[in-house]
């Protein structure tokens, strides 16, 4: 024994006696991920559908009881009112979200990161993409979408089943693995279900629980589907991809500065030229690239479907595109016109050209016709040019200013038979109008030639103005005393003119109108709340609507006006409905108590049918309350028989 022990010191010397290091505990399992870092990384809503599988336990129990109470006390995920109760058949509708960028992700991450003790759980969400892309933009289906294809592969692989990040968003319509559409209804039962219900389970409905896997091959047309889509679905997953390598706090920044020189590569720095190749609003450009707002994800689509630039690469620092070489060429033939819209030697040739038509024409007809609001761009453009059209423009102007339209001798005559003509009618028509009627551009010749007819016919037509507008005026005085008082709005109508009309040249007449009405309303709805009055003290415990219809008003013009009233009148009614309830359940009790009486002397069982027979009709005619109300009438007396 002496001569082993020291062997046996040897052995106990080799043990290792320090306390081996533990991991940390977590809530719940610490499931990993699926996909983080590619394509097809896992959605959020998966993730918990299947935590909730490895636990054993359905998703809305998971989150009722665990990872409710694993949320920040200021931003809870389950409300409190139910939060320590079981959850209903379904979630919010809102509950699409989780997988967003917004404040319901955030939340949801929080819950599920500190149940399970992953820091990672974000980058199954959108969160990271927060100061690229619009809040408020319509970003994620609301309900669920999948692959058949990619679940059955999955399932004969012996691989578990998910839902990847990618057929959340509503912008991918097609698997990017095998170029199908994308389904949203159950084969089975016709319906479907959000990303994540109460008895949801990755790859199963969540309605009829049937399998959503298919093995048949794809049809004919898969293959012609629209580039468009597919081009999405690649670009989308390289954007998902690269989430764990963005800088999230320097996103806006990053995705500014490679916009800057994408503008400047593309269209030589001119932002307008820019827009009009991705065909992306002027002001969303600048918007952009000042950093005063956040793109739109269908317009930075555009722009990198337009370009040919993936979408990944705008979110990355010293990226270098392969812009092709057509879209760079007609980039720079662009910039080079600047602010012309055509080629600036052929517009140098039209406004050359204008010099030689007849009538000449004026500049701003000109740039008319080049499709130019303003002259600005064709004076700077050719400014000598310019000035040889206005200059011809005025002379010709000049010449017809001085004689007749139409040269004819009899010409004189008919335009002051005319002028006659219209003084004397009651309402004589304006000389603008024959002047545009006999063919001339203006009044000018007419009150050269004939001044005192179209003074005569000027001061008639004041005249018939003032008269009108005293007729108005007298109106106005009158409605005021008027019961009740017309609105303005209405007067104006009856008068035949328009309500501005009355408020611009009658501003103190149409106040007190105003005054008049509001205190006839005052009044009136000092009327209908009596009358309400006597209708709540006549008739107690009347409905709302039935006080509505006695007064003649409507229930929202009740609660708009009266809300404390109408309040009132709910209140008496709830009271007179619990009196009735009260007095029905004691006719109740004592109807119930004397058919048992009544039956047990004639030797009967007094069943609930038997009982049901001998009640009256103020009696409650709840078979619950009848049943207790038999079971404790037989226990009290004692009867000895089971109802």
């Not at 080049?370 to 761009?377: G, S």
């Not at 050719?382 to 059209?389: H, S, V």
């Not at 007298?474 to 309500?499: F, K």
Request: charge should be positive; include cysteine.
């Amino acid at each position: 024994m002496d001569g082993l022990r020291p062997h046996m010191l040897d052995a106990f010397d080799s043990w290792d006696l320090e306390k081996p290091q533990l991991p940390r505990r977590s809530l719940l399992h610490p499931l990993e991920p699926i996909g983080v870092g590619t394509p097809f990384v896992e959605s959020l809503t998966s993730y918990i559908t299947r935590l909730a599988e490895v636990h054993a336990v359905t998703v809305s129990d998971l989150v009722g009881y665990a990872l409710a109470g694993c949320a920040p006390e200021d931003s809870p995920i389950v409300p409190k009112a139910v939060r320590h109760y079981r959850m209903g058949p379904g979630f919010r509708p809102e509950v699409h979200g989780v997988n967003g960028l917004a404040e319901d992700a955030r939340r949801w991450i929080a819950a599920v990161e500190t149940a399970t003790d992953r820091p990672d759980l974000r980058f199954l969400t959108l969160r990271p993409l927060k100061q690229v892309f619009c809040k408020n933009a319509a970003l994620l289906r609301k309900a669920q979408a999948w692959c058949p294809e990619c679940l059955q592969e999955r399932r004969q692989n012996g691989q578990p089943a998910y839902l990847p990040l990618s057929w959340h968003l509503q912008m991918i319509t097609l698997c990017q693995k095998h170029r199908r559409p994308l389904e949203d209804r159950c084969p089975n039962c016709g319906r479907g279900f959000g990303p994540l219900m109460a008895r949801a389970r990755a790859g199963y409905c969540s309605r009829c629980r049937h399998w959503l896997g298919d093995e048949s091959p794809r049809c004919e047309d898969v293959d012609s589907a629209d580039a468009d889509g597919a081009w999405i679905a690649s670009s989308a997953g390289g954007v998902l991809a690269s989430l764990p390598q963005l800088e999230e706090y320097h996103l806006r920044e990053i995705l500014r500065e490679n916009l800057t020189k994408l503008v400047r590569e593309v269209a030589g720095g001119n932002r307008r030229v820019f827009a009009n190749l991705t065909g992306v609003p002027h002001a969303t450009v600048c918007g952009c690239l000042c950093g005063r707002t956040a793109p739109r994800p269908d317009l930075l689509v555009l722009i990198c479907r337009r370009l040919k630039v993936p979408i990944s690469g705008l979110l990355g620092r010293n990226v270098n595109w392969e812009i092709p070489h057509d879209i760079l060429a007609a980039g720079l033939l662009a910039s080079r016109r600047g602010f012309w819209r055509d080629d600036p030697e052929t517009i140098k040739r039209r406004l050359q050209g204008s010099l030689m038509r007849n009538p000449p024409p004026s500049l701003h007809e000109v740039a008319l016709s080049l499709n130019y609001r303003t002259c600005v761009p064709l004076r700077r453009l050719d400014p000598e040019c310019c000035k040889q059209i206005t200059l011809r423009y005025r002379a010709y102007q000049g010449a017809q200013s001085t004689r007749w339209a139409i040269p004819d001798r009899g010409r004189p005559a008919m335009i002051e038979k005319a002028l006659t003509a219209a003084l004397a009618g009651d309402n004589p028509t304006p000389v603008a109008r024959i002047a545009t009627e006999l063919g001339y551009e203006s009044v000018c010749s007419l009150n050269l030639y004939f001044p005192e007819l179209c003074r005569a016919i000027a001061l008639k037509q004041e005249h018939i103005r003032s008269s009108r507008r005293e007729e108005l005026r007298m109106a106005l005085t009158a409605a005021i005393l008027e019961e009740p008082p017309p609105a303005t709005a209405a007067l104006a109508r009856r008068l035949g003119c328009s309500h501005g009309k009355l408020t611009y040249y009658f501003p103190d007449l149409c106040r007190r109108l105003m005054d008049a009405r509001r205190d006839w309303e005052a009044r009136a709805r000092e009327g209908v709340w009596a009358r309400l009055q006597e209708l709540i003290a006549s008739r107690k415990g009347a409905s709302v609507a039935e006080i509505c219809c006695a007064a003649r008003i409507s229930q929202q013009w009740l609660w708009v006006r009266f809300p404390e009233l109408a309040r009132q009148i709910a209140a008496g009614r709830r009271e007179r409905r619990i009196q009735i309830r009260d007095q029905q359940r004691a006719v109740l009790q004592h109807d119930v108590r004397r058919a048992v009486i009544e039956l047990s002397s004639r030797g009967l069982r007094p069943s609930f049918i038997r009982v049901n027979q001998l009640l009256s009709e103020q009696a409650a005619k709840d078979w619950k309350l009848i049943r207790e109300e038999l079971d404790a009438v037989i226990r009290e007396l004692g009867c000895g028989l089971e109802p």
